[in-house]
């Protein structure tokens, strides 16, 4: 890791916006939507020139949530901030078929039509990243639960691909979605 590598800045910059961006989400705070865009944009870049292709098209996904997250997160359905609820018991089938058929559809074009690394862990975190950040987009209690499968699947794809300081930063992830998860229990908690 050199400190004078722009390569490395700009994964610093990235793993800085997207770690005060999940801070904030934890922290049930809106300002996570607008970092989360200025992170996307930085991590396309990373992820590009890793060929962690699937991580690329994530990050454009990121960002257009992220505008429609922090209006959400603003607004609400019906001009008042959402609550924290939970996802209901039947949405988990499909969205669990959803997920494997995508990981194996994306999987596959990765693995056929391009030189990236683990494909279908690739489309695996892809997959899942989306249906996350839609959940927390929702503020389903659930988001995190998905947010740390995703950084368990994340922590060894990235310190493969040579991407050290991020798969560190996914470990504090990871420790990040526990402290959350019991934070948004919380504040349902008080809400009810």
Same mark, same amino acid.
């Given at each position: ?97 959803? #997920? #494997? ?29 989306? @249906? ?13 639960? @998905?947010?740390?499968? #995703? ?27 526990? #402290? ?13």
């Amino acid at each position: 890791m050199d400190l004078s590598d722009p390569t490395f800045q700009l994964e610093i910059a990235a793993n800085v916006a997207a770690a005060a961006s999940i801070l904030l989400a934890g922290r049930n705070s809106v300002h996570g939507w607008w970092m989360s865009i200025i992170a996307g944009l930085l991590f396309a870049l990373v992820f590009l020139q890793a060929r962690l292709y699937g991580q690329v098209a994530l990050q454009g996904f990121f960002i257009g949530v992220g505008a429609l997250g922090w209006w959400q997160w603003l607004r609400g359905d019906h001009g008042a901030p959402l609550p924290i609820t939970r996802m209901p018991k039947r949405a988990w089938p499909w969205l669990a078929a959803l #997920v #494997v058929a995508g990981t194996w559809g994306y999987g596959w074009m990765l693995a056929r039509h391009t030189d990236g690394q683990a494909p279908y862990v690739d489309a695996a975190i892809l997959l899942l990243s989306m @249906v996350g950040q839609l959940m927390m987009m929702r503020r389903k209690l659930e988001s995190w639960w @998905v947010w740390l499968l #995703v950084n368990t699947l994340a922590v060894p794809l990235y310190y493969g691909g040579g991407l050290q300081l991020t798969a560190l930063l996914y470990v504090g992830y990871w420790i990040n979605a526990v #402290v959350a998860l019991r934070h948004w229990r919380q504040v349902m908690a008080v809400a009810r």
